[in-house]
């Protein structure tokens, strides 16, 4: 059993940055490909990107290249998500999720098998 809590969410003006960080447990984190979700008000929960296992690669949805960045640092259990350039209409609450059967990366959420809570993302114009 693999546990998620993401933290960094908040409010900020278009044009700004945050960065998301999702902290594991276990001493399975290592083996795991690693994604970011989201979801908007009235929306369906959308895949953001996806980092393999080892952090070497990496797969962004087409409305977030060039603006975020995945990482992840396995020694420490940690998943981060650099967000650059933060529009509206990336405002939604952002999750964490860890596909077990998977070390490369995933972009369907029936993939995935852990979730973290959820942190609020509000990006004002």
């Known amino acids: 059993q693999v546990q998620l809590v993401e933290s960094g969410g908040g409010l900020v003006q278009a044009g700004g940055s945050l960065r998301l960080s999702c902290a594991a447990s276990g001493r399975t984190f290592s083996r795991y490909a690693m994604g970011w979700f989201r979801q908007a008000p009235g929306k369906e929960r959308e895949f953001v990107t996806s980092i393999s296992s080892s952090g070497s690669s990496t797969y962004y949805v087409d409305s977030v290249k060039g603006r975020f960045t995945i990482s992840r640092e396995n020694p420490k259990n940690m998943l981060y998500l650099q967000m650059n350039s933060l529009k509206p209409e990336d405002t939604a609450v952002y999750y964490c999720?860890?596909?077990?059967?998977?070390?490369?990366?995933?972009?369907?959420?029936?993939?995935?098998?852990?979730w973290g809570q959820g942190t609020q993302v509000t990006v004002s114009s």
């Open positions: 999720a860890a596909a077990r059967r998977y070390s490369s990366v995933v972009s369907s959420s029936r993939l995935y098998d852990y």
